[in-house]
């Protein structure tokens, strides 16, 4: 039952048989920790509690039992084990306090009786003194690698198990976490640490996950503080805590908090999930989606199409949801396509839409950092037919660099390829899907190995050696293209089989002036091959 201890106190959980975010009586625990959590516990003096639920209605004969056999073992101060108290005054004193329950025990077993009373039903000021001292306990605490804990010997109880003494601090701080009081919650975060800190240096993944869970049930479900100011900047710097805790980690944060993404009717709340959306956008810019990273492409997907499809959705809520489609988009492209396609209509041309800007954009920058990454990379030389076009007439020409000479070989081939190769896809694919080859200043002898490219449109063939046109009868059906200025070009071979070239760029670096370079445009008919068959340069260079 949940009722404020008088008219003047805030309203605290009194009776804890629940806790805000923290489940119920479980009847396979001897002591109440989590409701999923189905392994036997004990009291830590090797007797199981009593496995009765005391608000399942049972009679008062059994109910008197159970709790007449937890408060024997627990509560050393008012019932001694020496001291023999009857059932009758036993009851009596039941009716006129709190009936103990599970979580109680747990309570006063590691913090003693006071603590657990005002944390349950104590005035804010006794709550924060109850919370600070446990904050003490916790502390001052030894935990020995046997799995013994030991306790302030101010306190005047005994050691504990270590299993027993983690789960009811996780409860305390789940408790401290949602407290009415703002003070407490502050507080909180303080004894998260010092909790993570005793853990650290003998705890693993399996101890401190329930930690987490706890702490996104406590976050998410009904009940939580997200309305109030400055809890969600309290959840989030928590969320960031969990995930830099080694022993806690990414893995764990991303499984807990899809356990209510997968069902968003459970989180509560419009902040609660505006908070979410805006999580889930921080931590895929910083954990990026599977395989790469951490998060689960389709759940985040129907995440955000859980408000996008909703018609009464708010405007922020809407648009925050839209921004995780965009950023999931430019991780995914393309694997997120088929997740929106049976969408209506409108919503799929939509975001369609959307995704089309977002292509158009990442295509205009790469266009300005092209020119950047080119110079970096390769720096231009002024030793190339390009910068020759500008020289003027009866300036000096200088001396073209001499490079060794080869053959057009496939590794050549490779190098002159600027197309990037796909994971999957081999060299030979590559050469054979090319479009653009970029042979300039290769010292290459001779135009031959051109088999392995059957695609090639257009041809860099510049700064070379290369005496004759040839062997293009590979590439007849697709090359438009041929640049071969500053060659030693004496003859052309082939043309005629060229059924879609229509520009030549070609030079002769035996002369001084400008004439000497020329650009050859051929006009091809209707299924008809060009004019021009095989010729001499000086029957075309005047």
Same mark, same amino acid.
């Given at each position: 039952?949940?009722?404020?201890?008088?008219?003047?106190? $805030?309203?605290?959980?009194?009776?804890?048989?629940?806790?805000?975010?923290?489940?119920?009586?479980?009847? *396979?625990?001897?002591?109440?920790?989590?409701?999923?959590?189905?392994?036997?516990?004990?009291?830590?003096?090797?007797?199981?509690?009593?496995?009765?639920?005391?608000?399942?209605?049972?009679?008062? *004969?059994?109910?008197?039992?159970?709790?007449?056999?937890?408060?024997?073992? #627990?509560?050393?101060?008012?019932?001694?084990?020496?001291?023999?108290?009857?059932?009758?005054?036993?009851?009596?004193?039941?009716?006129?306090?709190?009936?103990?329950?599970?979580?109680?025990?747990?309570?006063?077993?590691?913090?003693?009786?006071?603590?657990?009373?005002?944390?349950?039903?104590?005035?804010?000021?006794?709550?924060?003194?109850?919370?600070?001292?446990?904050?003490?306990?916790?502390?001052?605490?030894?935990?020995?690698?046997?799995?013994?804990?030991?306790?302030?010997?101010?306190?005047?109880?005994?050691?504990?198990? +270590?299993?027993?003494?983690?789960?009811?601090?996780?409860?305390?701080?789940?408790?401290?976490?949602?407290?009415?009081?703002?003070?407490?919650?502050?507080?909180?975060?303080?004894? #998260?640490?010092?909790?993570?800190?005793?853990?650290?240096?003998?705890?693993?993944?399996?101890?401190?996950?329930?930690?987490?869970?706890?702490?996104? !049930?406590?976050?998410?479900?009904?009940?939580?503080?997200?309305?109030?100011?400055?809890?969600? *900047?309290?959840?989030?710097?928590?969320?960031?805590?969990?995930?830099?805790?080694?022993?806690?980690?990414?893995?764990?944060?991303?499984?807990?908090?899809?356990?209510?993404?997968?069902?968003?009717?459970? =989180?509560?709340?419009?902040?609660?999930?505006?908070?979410?959306?805006?999580?889930?956008?921080?931590?895929?810019?910083?954990?990026?989606?599977?395989?790469?990273?951490?998060?689960?492409? $389709?759940?985040? !997907?129907?995440?955000?199409?859980?408000?996008?499809?909703?018609?009464?959705?708010?405007?922020?809520?809407?648009?925050?949801?839209?921004?995780?489609?965009?950023?999931?988009?430019?991780?995914?492209?393309? +694997?997120?396509?088929?997740?929106?396609?049976?969408?209506?209509?409108?919503?799929? +041309?939509?975001?369609?839409?959307?995704?089309?800007?977002?292509?158009?954009?990442?295509?205009?920058?790469?266009?300005?950092?092209?020119?950047?990454?080119?110079?970096?990379?390769?720096?231009?030389?002024?030793?190339?037919?390009?910068?020759?076009?500008?020289?003027?007439?009866?300036?000096?020409?200088?001396?073209?660099?001499?490079?060794?000479?080869? %053959?057009?070989?496939?590794?050549?081939?490779?190098?002159?390829?600027?197309?990037?190769?796909?994971? %999957?896809?081999?060299?030979?694919?590559?050469?054979?899907?090319?479009?653009?080859?970029?042979?300039?200043?290769?010292?290459?002898?001779?135009?031959?190995?051109? $088999?392995?490219?059957?695609?090639?449109?257009?041809?860099?063939?510049?700064?070379?050696?290369?005496?004759?046109?040839?062997?293009?009868?590979?590439?007849?059906?697709?090359?438009?293209?041929?640049?071969?200025?500053?060659?030693? #070009?004496?003859?052309?071979?082939?043309?005629?089989?060229?059924?879609?070239?229509?520009? =030549?760029?070609?030079? $002769?670096?035996?002369?001084?002036?400008?004439?000497?370079?020329?650009?050859?445009?051929?006009?091809?008919?209707?299924?008809? %091959?060009?004019?021009?068959?095989?010729?001499?340069?000086?029957?075309? =260079? #005047?």
């Amino acid at each position: 039952m949940v009722v404020p201890t008088n008219a003047t106190d $805030e309203n605290v959980w009194h009776g804890n048989e629940a806790w805000p975010g923290c489940g119920g009586w479980s009847a *396979d625990n001897g002591v109440y920790l989590d409701v999923s959590d189905d392994s036997d516990s004990e009291d830590g003096l090797g007797t199981p509690l009593q496995e009765h639920d005391p608000n399942e209605g049972l009679d008062a *004969d059994r109910r008197r039992k159970s709790t007449w056999g937890q408060l024997r073992i #627990i509560t050393g101060a008012t019932h001694t084990l020496n001291k023999v108290v009857s059932p009758k005054r036993f009851e009596q004193e039941s009716l006129e306090d709190d009936v103990l329950t599970p979580r109680s025990v747990a309570l006063r077993r590691v913090f003693g009786e006071m603590v657990e009373s005002n944390i349950h039903t104590g005035s804010t000021v006794k709550r924060l003194q109850a919370f600070e001292s446990a904050h003490g306990a916790v502390k001052s605490a030894t935990i020995s690698s046997s799995g013994t804990v030991m306790l302030d010997p101010r306190l005047k109880l005994e050691p504990i198990s +270590r299993s027993l003494f983690v789960k009811t601090i996780f409860d305390v701080c789940t408790r401290a976490l949602n407290d009415p009081t703002e003070a407490i919650r502050v507080f909180a975060m303080d004894f #998260i640490d010092t909790v993570l800190a005793q853990l650290r240096p003998l705890t693993f993944t399996e101890e401190l996950a329930p930690l987490a869970k706890g702490m996104f !049930v406590t976050m998410l479900s009904p009940g939580n503080c997200t309305e109030r100011p400055n809890q969600i *900047d309290r959840y989030e710097a928590l969320v960031h805590k969990l995930v830099a805790e080694p022993m806690i980690g990414i893995k764990t944060v991303v499984k807990e908090l899809f356990c209510f993404v997968d069902s968003p009717g459970r =989180i509560s709340g419009t902040h609660t999930h505006d908070w979410v959306l805006r999580l889930l956008k921080q931590l895929l810019h910083t954990h990026h989606i599977l395989p790469a990273g951490e998060i689960p492409l $389709e759940p985040a !997907v129907k995440y955000a199409l859980f408000f996008l499809k909703n018609s009464s959705t708010p405007a922020s809520q809407h648009g925050l949801a839209m921004t995780l489609m965009t950023d999931l988009y430019k991780q995914a492209q393309k +694997r997120l396509l088929h997740l929106i396609s049976s969408l209506k209509p409108a919503l799929h +041309r939509k975001l369609t839409d959307v995704f089309a800007t977002i292509d158009g954009q990442a295509r205009g920058e790469a266009r300005k950092r092209r020119p950047e990454s080119c110079r970096s990379a390769r720096p231009r030389s002024s030793n190339t037919a390009a910068s020759r076009m500008s020289f003027l007439e009866g300036g000096e020409q200088p001396l073209l660099e001499p490079a060794d000479p080869t %053959s057009m070989t496939k590794a050549l081939l490779l190098k002159s390829v600027k197309q990037r190769k796909s994971k %999957s896809e081999s060299h030979a694919d590559l050469l054979m899907r090319v479009t653009h080859l970029h042979c300039n200043r290769k010292g290459i002898m001779a135009i031959d190995g051109l $088999e392995n490219t059957r695609k090639v449109q257009v041809l860099y063939l510049t700064d070379n050696y290369i005496p004759r046109i040839q062997n293009l009868g590979w590439i007849k059906n697709s090359l438009t293209h041929l640049y071969l200025q500053n060659n030693q #070009i004496t003859e052309m071979h082939g043309l005629k089989g060229l059924l879609n070239l229509s520009l =030549i760029h070609i030079s $002769e670096p035996t002369r001084l002036l400008s004439i000497s370079y020329a650009v050859f445009c051929l006009k091809k008919k209707k299924k008809q %091959s060009p004019t021009v068959t095989n010729i001499t340069l000086q029957q075309i =260079i #005047i």
